[in-house]
């Protein structure tokens, strides 16, 4: 399987708890984002990668929330001390520099729920 | 304030059907438009997408219209089967990056195709 792989595909943890997801992007994809999409919504971008240099972020991307592409592979979000309103998917998406093109291709997100 | 409209929220065809989304947007900057499939718990799919210097794009059963005056674009299921019964997003971000690649997503339209 060549996609956007996500770990784990489900998190269920007590509000307060500090939560880490793994984004695998397709292989020489040099472009990473992660967004998050609640029940009913379209999903809302939160952050960018090229290479390892985090070069954009969302306002929803709050000090609660950091973000790595260490060696501009794979990319991690953690989630501090998550509070009930963390609870949502979030997804990951790469696409290639080659081309101009923004085609961004989504992994299987991961569910967040904070009880 | 949300940069893309999307309607209508829910539809139901009939297997064979043409259904037809609707998306509108405010942003000039936006000049690429991706639609996007999701099927309960999976990620959003790439269908197909269009840039604003053609009206029309087809790929095999699905058709994207777009009217650059009007600031508009739509989404037609050709021969529509159970099969698509998804939830369909549109979605726009600025092609040449402009510094930013987001996408900016609409709320989506559930899609029920009866047999």
């Known amino acids: 399987d060549t996609g956007v792989s996500q770990d784990p595909r489900h998190k269920i943890t007590k509000r307060g708890q500090n939560v880490t997801f793994r984004c695998d992007p397709i292989?020489?994809?040099?472009?990473l984002y992660w967004y998050r999409q609640t029940l009913g919504q379209g999903p809302e971008f939160l952050t960018y990668f090229q290479n390892e240099a985090q070069l954009e972020k969302s306002r929803l991307l709050s000090d609660r929330f950091s973000a790595e592409r260490p060696k501009g592979s794979f990319s991690t979000l953690e989630i501090q001390r998550t509070e009930q309103g963390d609870s949502a998917m979030y997804l990951c998406a790469s696409s290639p520099k080659t081309g101009g093109s923004n085609e961004q291709f989504f992994g299987p997100g991961t569910r967040l729920t904070v009880l | 304030q949300q940069q893309v409209k999307q309607s209508p929220q829910s539809l139901i065809v009939q297997k064979g059907g043409i259904p037809i989304i609707n998306c509108a947007y405010e942003?000039?900057?936006?000049?690429?438009f991706p639609w996007y499939q999701q099927f309960p718990g999976k990620g959003p799919a790439l269908l197909i997408a269009i840039r604003p210097d053609v009206s029309e794009k087809k790929e095999g059963r699905f058709t994207i219209s777009f009217n650059k005056s009007a600031k508009q674009f739509s989404l037609h299921i050709m021969d529509s089967q159970p099969g698509d019964s998804a939830t369909y997003f549109c979605?726009?971000?600025?092609?040449?990056?402009?510094?930013?690649?987001?996408?900016?997503f609409g709320k989506g339209t559930k899609l029920s195709v009866i047999p």
């Open positions: 979605a726009a971000t600025p092609y040449s990056g402009a510094g930013s690649y987001q996408l900016t």
């Open positions: 292989s020489e994809h040099n472009r």
């Open positions: 942003n000039t900057a936006f000049d690429y």
